[in-house]
């Protein structure tokens, strides 16, 4: 397999989870767990874990983002701050040019920012080298773009596969999760077609499919809907939703989609590489 990494709705049917009894965790390793209360110590009263304020999940402090072009300087990302808990949905609208890919892909940890601090469960990354971020994005994060990204050569399920086979994984168990999957995005009968054999709307459930097979804490989408029609682009919204809610994973979306926008609990705007809120 090529070393590479990229990143419900109620209508479609959930299936049991297959047999996973090689699987450490069980079929229990498909969920992702929301942010457990510091153990107690002995003597102390459950009550007490009613004060706990969880961690945010990521926090960025001050990011800002410059290039050069023709040696002269762009400023694209001016002072953003944004604090994300596990959970939460937020929606990113704005102009084109404004700076939003720029910030999910620094939220990602595709790209560095220029300044500012950046930290994901409390540990600043900025400490970390190429490997360990490529571990954390591969076992945290999940993406799904604006264009599916899907190897032409391999069927649904052997795409959806690859990050979980870059984990550790068996081969057997890969599949097994990767069919789970596909089958909870409604691809349950396309397990082996190939991407030229999908209609848009399936090859982009796929790549939703390979965005959760690790179990992410955060599904960071960039335009996910850019490139499908009205009835594909709710299919994906409704099933986008759905999987924050059932696995307690926060997702940042990038859109111009405005439906898609309405259904995050935060809507924020991006001017001049400014974040402003929408909430009323």
């Known amino acids: 397999m090529p070393n590479i990494i990229i990143l419900m709705r109620s209508e479609y049917s959930v299936p049991s989870p ?23 110590k002995r003597g102390e009263k459950d009550n007490q874990t009613a ?21 002269q300087p762009v400023e694209v990302l001016r002072g953003i701050d944004l604090t994300l808990f596990a959970g939460e949905t937020v929606a990113i609208v704005g102009p084109s040019g404004a700076g939003k890919s ?9 790209e560095q920012p220029s300044r500012g601090a950046l930290s994901f469960q409390g540990v600043d990354v900025r400490q970390f080298d190429d490997y360990k971020l490529a571990e954390l994005r591969l076992t945290n994060i999940g993406f799904v773009f604006q264009f599916h ?30 069919a789970y999957i596909l089958a909870q995005v409604g691809l349950k009968e396309r ?35 850019g490139n499908l ?17 059932e696995r307690q994973a926060a997702l940042i979306v990038v859109t111009h989609n405005t439906e898609l926008a309405a259904g995050a609990a935060r809507r924020l705007t991006m001017r001049a590489g400014r974040l402003y809120s929408l909430n009323t």
């Open 229 to 245: 029609d009205a009835d594909a682009s709710q299919q994906l919204r409704e099933l986008l939703w759905s999987i924050c809610v």
């Open 149 to 178: 990204h899907l190897l032409p050569e391999f069927t649904a399920q052997e795409n959806v596969m690859l990050p979980a086979l870059m984990r550790g994984l068996s081969r057997s168990e890969a599949a097994d999760r990767a």
């Open 18 to 40: 297959p047999a996973c009894g090689g699987m450490k965790g069980g079929c229990n390793d498909y969920l992702i767990t929301p942010p457990l209360t510091p153990p107690r």
């Open 51 to 71: 004060n706990y304020i969880p961690s945010p999940l990521i926090k960025a402090e001050g990011i800002e983002k410059r290039f050069a072009i023709d040696d």
């Open 102 to 110: 720029t910030l999910l892909h620094i939220l990602g940890l595709l």
């Open 191 to 225: 397990l082996k077609h190939k991407p030229g054999e999908l209609s848009g709307g399936e090859q982009q459930r796929t790549a939703l499919a390979r965005a959760l097979i690790n179990a992410p804490q955060l599904i960071l989408a960039d335009e996910p809907t």
